[in-house]
Nanobody, 129 residues
């Protein structure tokens, strides 16, 4: 089984930045295993559906972003550390949500559609105006 733990959430003023981390682990999980998965970030605001934020392919060479975060957020990964990241800049109050990371053994498109094989427990991000 795989565990995903998000960290780095918190309270930030509009225009500020946060960096989220997603650490993957498991009894049989290795750096090789992490590299087999596409990784992504999603968020869910109160009273709203969970929505796609960003995804990155296995090697880190291809990325996809929701239009609402394009040019402000950057997704990255370090396969040697079994960790993914989401750098969030120029943040807006509408970015306030619980942020989740997810892994999928399929394609970026599969993950963008919300089909994750493993999900983290989420980290709260609050942007004040």
């Amino acid at each position: 089984q795989v565990q995903l733990v998000e960290s780095g959430g918190g309270l930030v003023q509009a225009g500020g930045s946060l960096r989220l981390s997603c650490a993957a682990s498991g009894r049989t999980f290795s750096t090789y295993t992490f590299g087999l998965y596409v990784m992504g970030w999603f968020r869910q605001a109160p009273g709203k559906e969970r929505e796609f934020v960003a995804a990155i392919n296995r090697s880190g060479g291809s990325r996809d972003y929701a239009d609402s975060v394009k040019s402000r957020f950057t997704i990255s990964r370090d396969n040697a550390k079994n960790t993914g990241y989401l750098q969030m800049n120029s943040m807006k109050p509408e970015d306030t949500a619980v942020y989740y990371c997810a892994l999928n053994k399929g394609t970026i498109g599969t993950l963008v559609a919300g089909r994750g094989d493993f999900w983290g427990q989420g980290t709260q991000v609050t942007v004040s105006s």
